[in-house]
């Protein structure tokens, strides 16, 4: 009985956790394209990058309209450095994310 016991306490407090971890990853997502991607901060690092790649795509070569975070600061949203950034069309930015 004690193991039982054991086991579905286990279970129990995975559930908890699973559940923590997404409130929290759906809370960094929202900020993230609702502040984050609206701010000045991300507007001029934004410019920095499509400057430095020269407007193209880093993939194809085609005019890049979207930045690509290759890594992200999960809880640092806004501090990723420039060399995080590439610039990239849209058709490969939507590759990149399927």
């Not at 699973?18 to 991607?37: A, G, H, P």
């Not at 991300?42 to 193209?56: E, M």
């Amino acid at each position: 009985m004690d193991f039982i016991v054991l086991i579905l306490f286990v279970a129990f407090g995975y559930l908890i956790k699973q559940w923590i971890f997404n409130v929290k990853r759906k809370r960094r997502t929202k900020y993230y394209n609702e502040v984050y991607l609206k701010s000045d901060d991300w507007k001029r690092k934004r410019y920095v990058v499509l400057k430095r790649d020269n407007w193209l795509c880093v993939y194809c070569g085609e005019k890049a309209t979207q930045v690509h975070h290759k890594r992200y600061a999960k809880k640092n949203i806004g501090r990723e450095p420039i060399k995080w950034l590439q610039s990239v069309c849209r058709k490969c930015h939507n590759n990149l994310h399927t």
